[in-house]
């Protein structure tokens, strides 16, 4: 067990699948010798693996989904890199229409265990094309797993699972958690998908937070602490498949829920969460669902116009506060 | 031809080019029948193309196909039989009655399925070929798809690179002047696709899409360079169908004159008379030919209209792994 960052679990994932697994390769921008990745979490895997395995693509994101797709479903193991969240948009198609649907669509005939990693996120300053959080768009369809690590030994270990795995998965990277440290084993291990964590135990109130915004909902809960407020934290992990059981047996317990995402509030990840709350669970609420999610806007670049839509510790605080 | 074929084996290019018109026109008669849920992109008039290039493949070559591709499943290997099954939504079907017409795949014969995305299939056709690179099997990929897909982005990006890294994959373009109802020259300022393999530094032929032998013998060549690690090739086949888009359509906006000389020449018409011609076949072995093949498609009939519906529940499997 050591300290590491989330990029270097990250990193620690790929090389010991693709040290374990020869149908595991890397394909995606700028990822090899050259650059080691825009977020450098491939750095170091060329100069191992080569560039045969540690693929620099051209700028066309639906033909590196795609590419992926057609060598998944033909025995390889991808992880696609596509450099930010927002430009998966380029490869919708190939991710929602094609990934997605090979199996069903064939009738089981084929897998498509193919994994894309992505950065979303705001807090960096770089405006609408480079930091939303679109997770909310893969839950929607159908055959996509979506997995969503807040820490280094999550990151590590649910990527090793959707490498894998034999169906497609949208892993979600954040790009404020890339420096963020903790411990994390040396040798090989996977972390279940669908099995959400309680990053923190309390009684008063449940506060569902995923990625960055985990971080921010400990720190409110510790801040919570001191004011004799008990505040338990479950980070789902995945949001396809979901642990709804965790969720509910919380709420059960403590009666309250607050949802931190920081994908915009409509339609979105608090959305689903609180709908199967009260649909499944309405009879042990004490009081209404509380949602704290960026605004329902494109994320903006000046900064104080780029913090203020995005969930922080005090938003929290004051959402878990009018609840109690 | 650069590449000589035996007797059987035009015998069976014949026969592969019948079991297509014969189970498209089967397919026709039953949708008037009100027996085929959805829709139908027929491929009758196309024969040649699905046929030529199959027929320069291994079984273990991979091809994707699109939204119209019953021909390239038959011309493939897949059993009549099931893609009819599929055709009419039933469990006995290739995908169990959860694809239908327009995706039907037989992963066992090298066949990874047909997308109704027009030019999804092209990066999908880049993969297949990358992974037997990276296998380092010598498998190729063909890749069938319409003029109106190669104005997709999809179609720029996987030549370029498929040619960027040598892949072994065969694009396939079948041109049959009509993106749906929109001709060829209203959209584009060039008559030939195949002009665009320079933009990649590949080889571009442009052939007669309804001369199986010519088809045949281009393909054989981009298959051969494909395999060898020269990379890919765009082949574009001028060519035909016989009826409209899908089921809806009775294609008015094609020119009466043009839609007869293109009947006049009719792929499978054609051919039977160059095999009888070089007496390859006798009228009579060509007559039992005909009825070998036509009692073939009644029998994938009989098999699929007798094949039971899936259980309502089974619509929520294999969803995921």
Redo the contacts between chains.
Sequence with gaps: MGRITYREALRQALRQEMRRDS?V?LLGEDIGKCWGGAFKVTEGLAEEFGD??V?D??I?E??I????????????R?VAEIMFGDLSALAM??IA??AAK??????????CPLVIRTPFGAGVNIASHHSQSLEAWFMHV??L?VAVPSTPYDAKGLLATAIRG??PVFFCEHKLLYPIEGEVPEEEYTVPFGVADVKRKGSDVTVVATMYMVHKALKAAAALENEGVNVEVIDPRTLTPLDKKTIIDSVKKTGRMVVVSEDCKTAGVSAEIASIVAEEAIDYLDSAIKRVTAADTPIPFSPPLEQYIIPNEQTIIKAIKEIL | MTFPLSKAQRVQMLRKMLEIRFFEEKVFELYGQNLVPGTIHLYAGEEAVAVGVCSSLRQDD?I?STHRGHGHCIAKGAELKRIMAEILGKKT???????GSM?I???AVGM??A?A?VG?G???????????K??KTDQV?ACFFGEGASNQ??FH??L??AS??LLPVVFVCENNLYAMGTRQSRIMNIENISERAAAYGINGECLDGNDVLAVFDASQKAVNLARNGGGPSLIECKTYRRRGHSRVDPAKYRPKEEVEAWLAKDPIKWFKQTLLADGTLSPAETQSLELEVADEVEQAVKFALESPYPAPEEAL?????
Aim: charged share 15%; aromatic share 10%.
């Design positions: 149908s390769f045969e395995r693929r693509t051209p066309s639906s033909t989904i795609g590419a992926g797709v057609g060598a998944a479903i033909t025995g390889m991808p198609d190939q229409n094609q090979i199996r069903y669509m064939f009738g089981g005939q084929a897998s159908p055959g797993q034999n169906n | 991979y994707t079907g290739y995908c169990k009655g959860k694809g995706h795949a037989d992963f990874l399925g997308t995305v999804a092209l990066p999908i056709a880049v993969g297949a070929g990358l992974s037997a990276l296998k990929t982005g999809t990006e996987s370029n690179l960027a890294w499997d294999d969803v995921y792994g």
